[in-house]
T-cell receptor, first 115, second 113 residues
Framework: AQTVTQSQPEMSVQEAETVTLSCTYD???????LFWYKQPPSRQMILVIR??????QNATENRFSVNFQKAAKSFSLKISDSQLGDTAMYFC????????????FGKGTKLSVKP | EPEVTQTPSHQVTQMGQEVILRCVPI?????FYWYRQILGQKVEFLVS????????KSEIFDDQFSVERPDGSNFTLKIRSTKLEDSAMYFC???????????FGSGTRLTVV
């Protein structure tokens, strides 16, 4: 069974600094997708960034980028120029390939951005 | 930006009562999901729905739970006889295909007393 592990329950960063959130996963599949979701205090789940396992190039979305290491089964999220609005829970999620399928979430990392 | 809409945002119910949580997925999406998040814990998959039938369900989704898409727009989750441990945030989500991830609704906070 697939599992997703986020080893950092809480992290903090100063505004404008860079922070990296860790995520590892375990699967025997070769075709899958990986995601990072943000959950602010409002508790809505917001998609931050996504990565297809067959793509070697790391995904980037503005200040958010990933370091995808397929062999190591690692999918870390880097947030550059951290802003106060980045304060949230961040969940790493795995989904195997195909047209549908459920997301498997990690336990989350609570990120606090300090002024 | 299209949204997934969930109602109500917060519901309080007596233990043993039936509740229906409602969701309006994005109109051109084909796959629909319910997830739940017990306070302070991770988000857990409940059920997926495609082509008017359940395509996958978790161990959590027992006989007390049911889903339906009664009118082609709404997607509902029914809990027949609520228990205290059903208290959680329930998220509806929809998607076109897997890569694009899901769009989640804002959630319904269910409190069973």
């Amino acid at each position: 069974a697939q599992t997703v592990t986020q080893s950092q329950p809480e992290m903090s960063v100063q505004e404008a600094e860079t922070v990296t959130l860790s995520c590892t996963y375990d699967t025997s599949e070769s075709n899958y997708y990986l995601f990072w979701y943000k959950q602010p205090p409002s508790r809505q789940m917001i998609l931050v960034i996504r990565q297809e396992a067959y793509k070697q190039q790391n995904a980037t979305e503005n200040r958010f980028s990933v370091n995808f290491q397929k062999a190591a089964k690692s999918f870390s999220l880097k947030i550059s120029d951290s802003q106060l609005g980045d304060t949230a829970m961040y969940f790493c999620a795995f989904r195997y390939g195909g047209s549908q399928g459920n997301l498997i979430f990690g336990k989350g990392t609570k990120l606090s951005v300090k002024p | 930006e299209p949204e997934v809409t969930q109602t109500p945002s917060h519901q309080v119910t007596q233990m043993g009562q039936e509740v229906i949580l409602r969701c309006v997925p994005i109109s051109n999406h084909l796959y629909f999901y319910w997830y739940r998040q017990i306070l302070g814990q991770k988000v857990e998959f409940l059920v997926s729905f495609y082509n008017n039938e359940i395509s996958e369900k978790s161990e959590i989704f027992d006989d007390q739970f049911s889903v339906e898409r009664p009118d082609g727009s709404n997607f509902t989750l029914k809990i027949r006889s609520t228990k205290l441990e059903d208290s959680a945030m329930y998220f509806c989500a929809s998607s076109t295909t897997g890569f694009y991830g899901y769009t989640f609704g804002s959630g319904t906070r269910l409190t069973v007393v």
